[in-house]
Antibody, heavy 120, light 107 residues
Framework: EVQLLESGGGSVQPGGSLRVSCEGSGFTFSDYAMNWVRQAPGKGLEWVSSISGNARTAQYADAVKGRFTISRDNSKNTVFLQMNNLRAEDTAIYYC?????????????WGQGTRVTVSS | EIVLTQSPATLSLSPGERATLSCRASQNISAYLNWYQQKPGQAPRLLIYDTSYRAPDIPARFSGSGSGTDFTLTISSLEPEDFAVYYCQQRSNWPWTFGQGTKVEIK
């Protein structure tokens, strides 16, 4: 059974940093792209970032480029999202999602999400 | 960036009725269109991928169709558990984008 478990969310002041993590199980982690998708309170889904299985390729939404960094440790089946210079508009639930196949950005399994609140 | 526009924003129907949800893309995305269901307080769940393929364990009452720029998700006969928000998502071109969602509510 595929499982994704996020952690690391919390409250931070504007300009601060936070790192969220997602541990996967039930599949060969290194074979799949991993993704972060966020949802602001009462809003829709917004893709944030993706990283290939071998970590050679990372992509970012324009809204977070230059502030967020995605990485992964395949030995620990974990993907990370380092978030710097956080803004109020980054407040959201951050979901980790598994890619359906290598380089296929269909999100076939999702974690339960971790909440990030940016407020003074 | 490819913009996905979903309609209607809200669909009010009774259990047993047929639901038809639309997703229009701002440019041709071939068949690279997915549908997700999200219930309150839950993570999204993949329903349909690449326009018309049901994800594992998704009931046959869910079907998808379309190509190019116009896509449809149909729920043939609504069950109580189908009342939720539905999002379309394209994987044709980076950045991957979602529609704004259609809420299917009980009439």
């Amino acid at each position: 059974e595929v499982q994704l478990l996020e952690s690391g969310g919390g409250s931070v002041q504007p300009g601060g940093s936070l790192r969220v993590s997602c541990e996967g199980s039930g599949f060969t982690f290194s074979d799949y792209a991993m993704n972060w998708v966020r949802q602001a309170p009462g809003k829709g889904l917004e893709w944030v970032s993706s990283i290939s299985g071998n970590a050679r390729t990372a992509q970012y939404a324009d809204a977070v480029k230059g502030r967020f960094t995605i990485s992964r440790d395949n030995s620990k089946n974990t993907v990370f999202l380092q978030m710097n210079n956080l803004r109020a508009e980054d407040t959201a639930i951050y979901y980790c999602a598994k890619g359906q196949a290598p380089f296929r950005y269909t999100f076939d399994f999702w974690g339960q999400g971790t909440r990030v609140t940016v407020s003074s | 960036e490819i913009v996905l526009t979903q309609s209607p924003a809200t669909l009010s129907l009774s259990p047993g009725e047929r639901a038809t949800l639309s997703c229009r893309a701002s440019q041709n995305i071939s068949a690279y269109l997915n549908w997700y269901q999200q219930k309150p307080g839950q993570a999204p769940r993949l329903l349909i991928y690449d326009t018309s393929y049901r994800a594992p364990d998704i009931p046959a009452r869910f079907s998808g169709s379309g190509s190019g720029t116009d896509f449809t998700l149909t729920i043939s006969s609504l069950e109580p558990e189908d009342f939720a928000v539905y999002y379309c998502q394209q994987r044709s071109n980076w950045p991957w984008t979602f529609g704004q969602g259609t809420k299917v509510e009980i009439k």
